[in-house]
């Protein structure tokens, strides 16, 4: 048996249902939640993440919701940090952590103690890159990139830009490309004993999920959501927090640029593909096991497949 301990992760992608089988699973293996979001880690951040109440946690344990507020910046390295003393507390009381989201980087961070190197932050070089953007744009700061690290480049949006200065900062910091440094990584092995299961569902079954969610979220008060949360914080475009799905793009209408049913078509198109791309990342992972949702409709039925798998691994018996 092995001695390393016990981690559970259920993820997917945005809509595909893993709030009510996380539940479940937590109750049927005596575990707390550790949520792998980038948007719930939000105080007042409710509406546009999906965020769970505390009577739908049904009196389960979850971690890290509701602990920073939208001013600060949230990231996978400080995820890694924050999420590893969730899952020591939880293992120093005999329980399983099961994380849960949809943050695939995130998940990984954690799972296979993802090493994100010493950020020494020469704060002159991170003047020069805020300059450029500021006065080229995003496309300035994708070319030089694409000179400095052409693997990081074919990974990284353009219009990501917090990533794309990382990974300029990583190399001039550091000597090296990130790309190169982040592939290593990825060949680590889990110093845990784990299973990695991932929701998956017909593609436009999962895309009609999406469009009647957003539609529910606008319908709750998705809108006076962002604009209290501009008015409370003192938020702009460039706020971490304000980059999230079904936030950013409000400052459209707010700014001038389109309407609000403009605004929600683009949230419905960029949730869609936010979707695919988070089923192309889990696709692309090691070790993970598909719930196929077509093949096992019923909650129940992915409870039990999840619970076989778990138990020939030794995580429960």
Same mark, same amino acid.
């Given at each position: 048996?092995?001695?390393?301990?016990?981690?559970?992760?259920?993820?997917?992608?945005?809509?595909?249902?893993?709030?009510?089988?996380?539940?479940?699973?937590?109750?049927?293996?005596?575990?707390?939640?550790?949520?792998?979001?980038?948007?719930?880690?939000?105080?007042?951040?409710?509406?546009?993440?999906?965020?769970?109440?505390?009577?739908?946690?049904?009196?389960?344990?979850?971690?890290?919701?509701?602990?920073?507020?939208?001013?600060?910046?949230?990231?996978?390295?400080?995820?890694?940090?924050?999420?590893?003393?969730?899952?020591?507390?939880?293992?120093?009381?005999?329980?399983?952590?099961?994380?849960?989201?949809?943050?695939?980087?995130?998940?990984?961070?954690?799972?296979?103690?993802?090493?994100?190197?010493?950020?020494?932050?020469?704060?002159?070089?991170?003047?020069?890159?805020?300059?450029?953007?500021?006065?080229?744009?995003?496309?300035?700061?994708?070319?030089?990139?694409?000179?400095?690290?052409?693997?990081?480049?074919?990974?990284?949006?353009?219009?990501?830009?917090? @990533?794309?200065?990382?990974?300029?900062?990583?190399?001039?910091?550091?000597?090296?490309?990130?790309?190169?440094?982040?592939?290593?990584? @990825?060949?680590?092995?889990?110093?845990?004993?784990?299973?990695?299961?991932?929701?998956?569902?017909? @593609?436009?079954?999962?895309?009609?999920?999406?469009?009647?969610?957003?539609?529910?979220?606008?319908?709750?008060?998705?809108?006076?959501?962002?604009?209290?949360?501009?008015?409370?914080?003192?938020?702009?475009?460039?706020?971490?927090?304000?980059?999230?799905?079904?936030?950013?793009?409000?400052?459209?209408?707010?700014?001038?640029?389109?309407?609000?049913?403009?605004?929600?078509?683009?949230?419905?198109?960029?949730?869609?593909?936010?979707?695919?791309?988070?089923?192309?990342?889990?696709?692309?992972?090691?070790?993970?096991?598909?719930?196929?949702?077509?093949?096992?409709?019923?909650?129940?039925?992915?409870?039990?497949?999840?619970?076989?798998?778990? @138990?020939?691994?030794?995580?429960?018996?």
């Amino acid at each position: 048996m092995s001695e390393k301990k016990k981690m559970v992760i259920l993820t997917g992608p945005t809509a595909a249902g893993k709030t009510g089988l996380s539940l479940k699973l937590a109750r049927e293996i005596d575990a707390e939640i550790v949520s792998a979001d980038s948007v719930q880690v939000y105080r007042d951040m409710n509406i546009g993440s999906a965020k769970i109440t505390h009577e739908e946690m049904q009196g389960i344990p979850h971690h890290l919701i509701d602990v920073l507020d939208p001013t600060e910046d949230m990231n996978a390295a400080l995820f890694k940090e924050l999420a590893l003393k969730c899952c020591e507390d939880i293992w120093s009381r005999g329980r399983i952590p099961l994380i849960t989201g949809g943050t695939g980087f995130y998940i990984q961070a954690l799972l296979y103690d993802v090493d994100f190197g010493e950020e020494k932050g020469d704060e002159e070089y991170r003047s020069f890159l805020e300059e450029l953007y500021g006065s080229k744009g995003a496309d300035a700061l994708y070319d030089l990139l694409k000179e400095e690290d052409p693997g990081a480049a074919e990974s990284i949006h353009k219009n990501n830009v917090k @990533r794309v200065m990382r990974a300029l900062m990583f190399k001039h910091d550091q000597g090296r490309m990130i790309s190169e440094h982040n592939e290593r990584e @990825r060949a680590k092995e889990s110093p845990y004993n784990f299973a990695y299961f991932v929701l998956d569902m017909d @593609r436009e079954k999962l895309y009609q999920r999406i469009d009647l969610r957003v539609d529910q979220m606008m319908k709750q008060g998705l809108f006076e959501e962002v604009k209290g949360l501009i008015e409370r914080y003192g938020l702009d475009r460039s706020s971490v927090s304000m980059q999230a799905l079904g936030y950013k793009e409000f400052f459209g209408v707010f700014e001038g640029e389109y309407d609000l049913d403009e605004a929600v078509r683009i949230i419905k198109r960029d949730t869609r593909h936010f979707a695919k791309r988070q089923l192309t990342w889990f696709r692309r992972e090691r070790d993970v096991i598909r719930v196929d949702k077509d093949q096992l409709p019923a909650e129940d039925e992915q409870l039990g497949f999840i619970k076989d798998i778990l @138990r020939e691994k030794g995580i429960i018996k």
